[in-house]
């Protein structure tokens, strides 16, 4: 059983998404997305490293043939730089991407700026089709023309920890979903 509060650095946090309640919907997608890609091969793209936590339950029980890769991006968050994200980590070829279907595995889509950047990257690279799974949508701070093909949990504007994704790096570790308490 997860606590209802937590703390995390110097904040408090309140449990938000239990961990059965996350798993229960990743069933869900798992299942969605596997009669949809049944016979595609699809290249998952997990992008760190929030999304890894997500990523390896959602990998685990994909039941059709797949492949997954990673990639990390330097985030500008909270500057007013206008630079496209950097891309510090990336095990992606041409050659695994084209002529494949895609979908990009992230933790949380807030503005959609880093989600809008890749996206438009990995289009040089050809795939046969681009999707998105994001477990978490903002849909208020969505400041970019995205469409989220798949999303786990529409949340409303609030910054949330645990499961992958941290508060000044923390947090990751917690396996259910807690959102900062007012
Ligand atoms: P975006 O580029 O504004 O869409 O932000 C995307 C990234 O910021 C996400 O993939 C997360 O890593 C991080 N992020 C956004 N909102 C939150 C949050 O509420 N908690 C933790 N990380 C977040
Ligand atoms: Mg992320």
Same mark, same amino acid.
């Given at each position: 059983m997860s606590p209802a509060q937590i703390d995390v650095e110097d904040l408090r946090f309140e449990l938000y998404i239990s961990a059965s309640d996350i798993a229960r919907r990743i069933n869900e997608l798992s299942e969605e997305i596997g009669s949809k890609y049944k016979n595609k091969k699809p290249v998952f793209i997990a992008v760190l490293n929030g999304s890894f936590v997500f990523a390896a339950d959602f990998f685990? *029980? =994909?039941?059709?043939p797949c492949q997954i890769e990673f990639v990390k /991006?330097?985030?500008?968050h909270g500057t007013e730089s206008n630079q496209a994200? !950097?891309?510090?980590?990336?095990? @992606?070829? !041409?050659?695994? *991407? &084209?002529e494949r279907p895609v979908i990009i595995l992230e933790d949380i889509v807030d503005t959609? =700026?880093? #989600?809008?950047a890749f996206m438009r990257l990995l289009s040089t690279y050809h795939p046969?089709?681009? &999707?998105?799974?994001?477990? @978490?949508?903002?849909? !208020?701070? #969505?400041r970019f023309d995205l469409k989220i093909d798949y &999303? +786990? /949990?529409? *949340?409303?504007?609030? /910054?949330?920890? +645990?499961?992958?994704?941290d508060y000044n790096g923390y947090g990751r570790n917690i396996p259910a979903i807690y959102r900062k308490y007012e």
């Open positions: 685990k *029980i =994909y039941p059709h /991006f330097k985030s500008y994200p !950097e891309l510090l980590l990336s095990g @992606l070829n !041409e050659s695994d *991407i &084209a959609g =700026y880093t #989600l809008t046969e089709s681009l &999707a998105v799974l994001s477990l @978490l949508v903002k849909p !208020e701070k #969505l &999303a +786990g /949990f529409n *949340i409303s504007n609030e /910054f949330v920890v +645990g499961y992958g994704m």
